[in-house]
């Protein structure tokens, strides 16, 4: 199954842009890229998905890697709220495998 | 709009008690449904999901199991507890889809503790 690598923890400044980074080498050509946030004691939330090309909502943006193997969510300016744990997880078009890994902690300092 | 609602919110069980988490949807039909458990301090293990009425699929063997007896209610149950069931449990809904790709709506959350 193919699984994401995240870093542990990443800090930034409110109102300054994150790049939060994910790997995900193994990636199947059917696997859609999903990133999720997480506050404390609540369920996740989603934030953006995308397959191949870069996506933009207005939470945030998705830069995929041409060869698909990377990503990054960007938050384009920071806000205290937006502290949380970030998962990246890919999802499937043929399968229900769904892996969570432990995901990113991001700390926004005001 | 949809909602997905979870309760109890919380609960304490003594060990080898049994279990009953429910999980409903509104707004929406015949949803894809799945059951999450989350350790303290780790990610989400996918523990069952339903593509409709009466069709359950486990994703880890254990002393869980679920059902899902309307369209939009799904129900996680346990005869006998374990201490190793302790956890928040998530329910999550996505549209109809072959597959989980599509984006997942999670609930609330029930955070169990067994004694």
């Known amino acids: 199954d193919a699984k994401t690598t995240q870093p542990n923890s990443m800090e930034s400044n409110e109102e300054e842009p994150v790049h939060l980074p994910c790997n995900h080498s193994?990636?199947?050509?059917?696997?859609?890229i999903h990133w999720y946030r997480q506050l404390p004691s609540q369920g996740p939330e989603y934030v953006i998905h995308?397959?191949?090309s870069n996506v933009n909502n207005r939470m945030a943006s998705l830069a995929i890697a041409e060869d698909r193997k990377s990503s990054t969510l960007i938050l384009h300016r920071a806000t205290l709220r937006d502290a949380a744990v970030y998962y990246c997880i890919l999802l499937n078009t043929g399968g229900f495998k769904t892996i969570f890994g432990a995901g990113t902690r991001l700390f926004v300092k005001a | 709009s949809q909602t997905i609602h979870q309760w109890p919110a919380t609960l304490v069980q003594p060990v080898g008690s049994p279990l009953s988490l429910e999980c409903t949807v509104e707004?929406?039909?015949?949803?894809?449904l799945y059951w999450y458990r989350q350790a303290a301090g780790r990610g989400l293990q996918l523990l069952f999901y339903s593509v409709g009425i009466g069709q359950i699929s486990s994703e880890v063997p254990q002393n869980l199991s679920a059902s899902r007896p309307q369209d939009r209610q799904f129900i996680l149950s346990s005869k006998k507890l374990l201490l190793s069931d302790s956890g928040f449990y998530l329910c999550?809904?996505?549209?109809?889809?072959?597959?989980?790709?599509?984006?997942?709506?999670f609930g609330p959350g029930t955070r169990l503790t067994v004694l």
């Open positions: 999550a809904w996505s549209e109809t889809a072959s597959g989980s790709w599509n984006e997942q709506f």
């Open positions: 193994t990636i199947s050509g059917t696997d859609y």
């Open positions: 707004g929406t039909s015949n949803p894809n």
């Open positions: 995308g397959l191949t």
